[in-house]
């Protein structure tokens, strides 16, 4: 096994130096099983922050399907194949009644560009309203819909064509409570306004019902119901990034936009939905789909491939007899309000947030103030980690540590965290600066 400095010193000299590696000490993880992953030495971390690996790392029921068909055929969606329609009705099955046509593609930044490219279409325009501090993905037209990429370092801002609401943030944000929500979609409504005025029309307003890199999110009341009519009105698509959020991880609800009490005219798929297998999917109406099939094939080589379509209903059946949305609801309750008890303790968690295993908790350094403290985020998530505890912070500020870990996490891993944030809070008073 080769040690850290060698792979350290490999990846130096063949790596783009873009990439990042999470923590202090980056680790070398060699394998992992259920919420746990392993490292080279033989230590083994808590896994409280990947939400990719949805039903654990390396399932067995995932790993099987992966090879049966891996085994018997892998080809793509011009043939007649009976693994590509029936994951396809499974998943749609489980959305609204209406949103029944798929779109299959490799990754969630494809997903987020090809439903922009419908919305586009059907609209004749691509004015696209976006949420302060989200993030939609990697590609060039994504960076431009993602305040998160293109106001932090090496941003260029919005182009003229993007128009971006205050992030919702009813703790720290411009308007502020549980009651914030109104005030929000008016931000909306003037955005709409604006552009009447200027005689362009909406094409798309693309968002995360509970926000991700934003922090954790969760919009005030009525904040997503009032967007979307505001859009509707202007005759815009109301597009929801479920990437993160999708398939469970909310507890009460399987997809984030029922959280919210919406339905959207286009949901984007990814991440979660393959275990970490690169698949994703768009999923709109008859309506839309027709209307964007002018003539140009949508083919994709990879995208709705059988084995890609085989992980995909291997994960939606884990989810199904393993009662992992259940599981989120239950523990992902507990989870949150042992860890608002810990903040009555601890002057510096300002607040504890999120929706069934998609927690967030904000650190800051006054309670008047509220300045954020993005320094103490990047200590806590470093000794959680030599703990033997993975999370992660985010955030525009950067100081919000996120929970989202994969859904097999149970009771005695959340008291774990919880018990093990609170030593490492107690111990440590001198936060840098
Ligand atoms: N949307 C959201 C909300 C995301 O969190 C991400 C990835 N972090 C993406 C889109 C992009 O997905 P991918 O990395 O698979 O391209």
Redesign the pocket.
Known sequence: MPDNRSLQELRDKYLSPSFSLSYDRPLHIVSGKGQYLYDSKGHEYLDAVNNIQHVGHCHPKVIEAANEQLNRLNTNTRYLDETITDYARALTDKLPAGLNRCFFTN????S?DLALRIARHHSNSKETIVLGGA????LTSLIEVSPYKHDGPGGQGPPEYVHVVPMPDPFRGLYRGPNSGPMYAGEVKNIIERLRSEDKRVSAFMV?SVM??GGQLVPPKGFLSESFDVIRKANGLCIA?E??IGFGRMGEHFWGFETQEVTPDIVTL??SIGNGHPL?VVVTNDEISDEFNNGMEYFNSFGGNPVSCAVGHAVLNVIEEEGLQQNALEVGNELRSLLMELGSDHDIIGDVRGIGLFVGIEMIKDMDTLEPHPQAAKQIVDEMMHRGILLGSDGPDHNVIKIKPPMVFDRSNALLLVETLDKVLSNNKNWKK
């Open positions: 990754s969630g930044s494809e987020n993030y939609h993905g990697h995360e991700g890199c990034d990437i993160q990814g991440k994703s």
